[in-house]
């Protein structure tokens, strides 16, 4: 392993348990009229900031832009999708634009691996690394260069957010075929011994996910070469940006299953990052199912969209702001 990630590996600390339970039954008892969702968040989210408690928190939503499996046969657009997208949230007219100027919070678009970019501007960073990611069934998906160096251009993007003061941020992800990336991320981090399942399985594509699984020798205790082999640019980053943020002592809400596929890698990486991460929507989709299952978590919404790019995760800000209320209120108890 890199020893820069390394050495950031060890210092992450959890947070403590038993501030977080002990603020949980302040709130259960001054305030027992709060949903027990938000007083658990209220909880975690003071057990986080500590000292750094405000009564307003600087929040803001990043989305990591990548194209997936540009040179596989599925890829008939050649990035003019997600292009048009990003060039919608560059000019501060997209979905995620709208739902984020609602709750307070400002919007980055981080260009790592579109096949088609776009160019730098107020609101967006370039830091390609790839103009996409290759088919994982065809080699490597990235380079280890590559893999690491989008990684940390994550970590560096969390230390500079924390800097600025912000306190809660969202992750969203803005791509072509990200979600069969995020698909065979999760098979290898929910099924800890996949040669005897393969047998077992009916389903044609699902049996040929498992062997292509199984031959590349993929396994849940290597995530970095989970993350090579399967993984893209844009995930590398987000799992820098939780390991960042983690280190940092900052909150990192998350909403699809390609944002969840980087929250796996991190806490693969480094278990004590579940504390820092909260999944935002609950949609009836397997994978984000299978991740939920996986993490010990529960969403906090149950609206049923699929919007993705974002727009979850920053309805979790919403939330983090409603925490951060009930909190005051206690403090002013």
Known sequence: MDRELAALLQQIKPTDTRAVAALRERLRRHCPQTDPKLAALAAQLGGILK?????????????????????????????????????????????INQVAHRVGAGVLLLEMGLEDPVPESPGVQDLQVMKGARFWEKGAAMTADEMLDALFSGVQLADTLAAEGYDVLGIGQLGERAFVTALVMTAVYCRTDLSPR????????TRHLLTGIAQKRLSPAAPLDVLQQAGAPDIAAMTGFILGAAYHERCVFFDTAVTGAAVLTAQALCPATAQYVFPSEH??????????????????????????????????????DAAQQVLGRLQAE
Do not use: W
Request: with cysteine; charged share 25%; aromatic share 4%.
């Open 198 to 205: 393969i047998q077992d399985c009916t389903d044609a594509e």
């Open 283 to 320: 949609y009836d989709e397997p994978v984000h199912r299978m991740q939920m299952q996986k993490l010990g978590q529960t969403p906090f919404l149950e609206t049923g969209h699929l919007d993705g790019q974002g727009t979850g995760a920053a309805l979790g800000l919403a939330l983090a």
């Open 51 to 95: 000292d750094r408690s405000r009564t307003s928190l600087k929040k803001a939503v990043l989305i990591f832009a990548a194209d997936h499996a540009v040179d596989g046969k599925e890829n008939k657009t050649h990035g003019r999708q997600s292009k048009a997208a990003a060039e919608k949230i560059a000019a501060g007219c997209g979905p």
